[in-house]
Structures are given as structure tokens and as C-alpha cells.
């Protein structure tokens, strides 16, 4: 199976020592430790380091010695973005200054919308604009990634503007964002992740086939709300760029047919913003699995690719 499993290594211990390092040693002790961590990690990621060696070797087209640097700074990359992600949210936004490319798109919305970004960089910084924008952000989960998590970094998420909504089995979390999005609120989500079932298109990406879930483009389509495709990418130690492109409003039709390519159309939308990002900034690619291999029921003819 290609497909992402629901399960994202680490837990709450990694994010209580994360905050316990960044309050007390500071963010560049923690950069200093990490540089050793990433060792042990590079040597022990078996199927995640065989993923993203053939990123860079058979989609970058990367030489083997280049791969295999590039796993290592890939590696740190991802660990100093942990780290990031969780001195912003901890409330050290003040150790961090950001470019926001696309601002104006998401001061229309005025009614709300949804925004959906990808495992590239750190897209949690969304949050810093939309605190700006004073606006709601709801950040949508799986039950099976981050449930621990969620619980802990409610707590320390006490006194900001952010709401988690956790997709659950039995469909009730559509309530929860039928409520955020009746409140004028924001939704955000990642679209270039699915489980095993979910309904998915297939695009060219980065010059070979690849599944998407239709979810995101749906959502916004049945709710009728506008979408903007965001990208928060590091640029240096402290300093953040943020994407957001003009919004798309996605027409709902009961004809099949014409849905689909409704879907479709926003889905080539996403994908191409998506990979001009990761053409720049390929060492914040964070999707370690192999992401072009279809799962069996996707396994299709060519022609069927777009």
C-alpha cells in the first residue's frame, strides 16, 4: 500500500522534552543536539530512508552521494521545523519573523474558507497570519496521527486562537466543521495525504503519477467556501516565507461527471502551486513514504493519468 498509514512517528514525551528544551536551554542548544540526533535517526529509519533516498535519486534525479547528503539535511531540516513548530505554538513567536506572500486573498475571506497545505515546511505558521487576520483556525486531524498529541497541546495551546477538529469513524467531525464554517471561521488541512479507501484522482507530479484525496476540494465544494492553497516554507534560521494563492470557489453539481472534473481542475490547481514550492525547497519535503507507488485498487493504465 502507497497510501500514508494514519501514523506519524513520535509522541507527547517528544513534545514535552521539545518544550521543556526550548523554555529552559534555549532554540539553538536544542539546533546543537539535534545535528547528533538526526545521526542515530538517518541510521535507523529503514523504509523512511529508503522513501526519501528515491525522492532525491528517481524524482530529483540527485546522484547517490547527493541523496544521501540530502537525507541528512532533510533529516535536520525536519527536526529543526519540529522544533520551530513548537516554540510558535508555545507561544516564542518573537524568535521568528515571517514574509506573508498572499495576505490579501485571505483577508477575503470573509466568511470564512478552507486552506489546504501539504508535508512541505512548516505550515502551522498560517496560524501567525491568521491571528493577524483575527480569525479562528481549526486544524483538522486523524484520530489515529495525533490523538495523544492533540490532548497535550491543547493545554498548551490554552490561550490562543486555534481548535482542533479530529476526523473521527463515524463522520462527526463534519458537524464540528459545518459549525466552524457557520461561525465565519477557518478550516485547515494538509491535501497530499490519504488512507487506504479514500477517494483520490490521479495527477502528474513532479513528472510521474501520483494519487491526491478529493476530500479538501470536496469539503469546499459542499460547503461552499472558498479555497487557498498555503505554503509556509524556512528560508534561514528564524525566518519564515508564507505562500497563499488567490482564492478558488469550487462549484458542487450533482452530476458525476462534471464534479469529478470539478475536483479535478482544483486538484491541478493545488498540485502545480505544490510542486513549484518543492522544486525550490526540496529538502522540506516531508512525506516519508513512497509517495508515487499507487496502491493496488489505484493501479490504472496511463491513459487514465492526467
Given at each position: 500500500m502507497s497510501s500514508w498509514e494514519g501514523k506519524t512517528r513520535g509522541g507527547v514525551l517528544g513534545y514535552k522534552i521539545f518544550v521543556w528544551t526550548l523554555k529552559y536551554l534555549g532554540l539553538r542548544f536544542a539546533y546543537f543536539l539535534l545535528s547528533f540526533v538526526v545521526i542515530y535517526f538517518v541510521a535507523n529509519s529503514g523504509k523512511a530512508f529508503k522513501s526519501i533516498f528515491n525522492f532525491y535519486h528517481r524524482v530529483m534525479n540527485y546522484n547517490r552521494a547527493r541523496s544521501f547528503f540530502s537525507i541528512y539535511r532533510n533529516y535536520y531540516m525536519f527536526g529543526q521545523i519540529l522544533l520551530d513548530k513548537i516554540a510558535m505554538l508555545a507561544g516564542?513567536?518573537?524568535?521568528?519573523?515571517?514574509?506573508?506572500?498572499?495576505e490579501e486573498y485571505l483577508r477575503q475571506m470573509h466568511n470564512g474558507g478552507l486552506l489546504v497545505s501539504a508535508h512541505v515546511g512548516?505550515?502551522?505558521?498560517?496560524?501567525?497570519l491568521l491571528n493577524r487576520l483575527e480569525k479562528r483556525i481549526n486544524i483538522i486531524l486523524f484520530d489515529a496521527e495525533h490523538q495523544q498529541i492533540k490532548g497535550y497541546l491543547s493545554d498548551v495551546l490554552s490561550s490562543r486562537n486555534v481548535n482542533f477538529i479530529v476526523i473521527r469513524d463515524d463522520f462527526s467531525h463534519l458537524l464540528d466543521i459545518k459549525q466552524a464554517l457557520t461561525n465565519k471561521e477557518i478550516i485547515a488541512m494538509h491535501g497530499d495525504r490519504f488512507i487506504e479507501g479514500n477517494k483520490t484522482i490521479i495527477l502528474d507530479f513532479m513528472g510521474k503519477p501520483a494519487a491526491f484525496p478529493i476530500g479538501p476540494v470536496n469539503m469546499a465544494a459542499r460547503f461552499n467556501v472558498p479555497v487557498s492553497f498555503v505554503f509556509a516554507v524556512k528560508e534561514t534560521t528564524s525566518h519564515y516565507h508564507f505562500y497563499a494563492t488567490p482564492l478558488h470557489h469550487i462549484a458542487f453539481t450533482t452530476h458525476l461527471k462534471q464534479r469529478e472534473e470539478n475536483f479535478r481542475g482544483a486538484l491541478e490547481l493545488y498540485t502545480r502551486k505544490l510542486e513549484e514550492v518543492l522544486r525550490k525547497y526540496p529538502l522540506q519535503w516531508f512525506n516519508y513514504y513512497d509517495f508515487w507507488k499507487l496502491p493496488e485498487s489505484l493501479q490504472v493504465n496511463s491513459e487514465t493519468k492526467i
Open positions: 516564542f513567536q518573537q524568535k521568528f519573523t515571517f514574509d506573508f506572500e498572499g512548516n505550515w502551522e505558521i498560517a496560524g501567525q
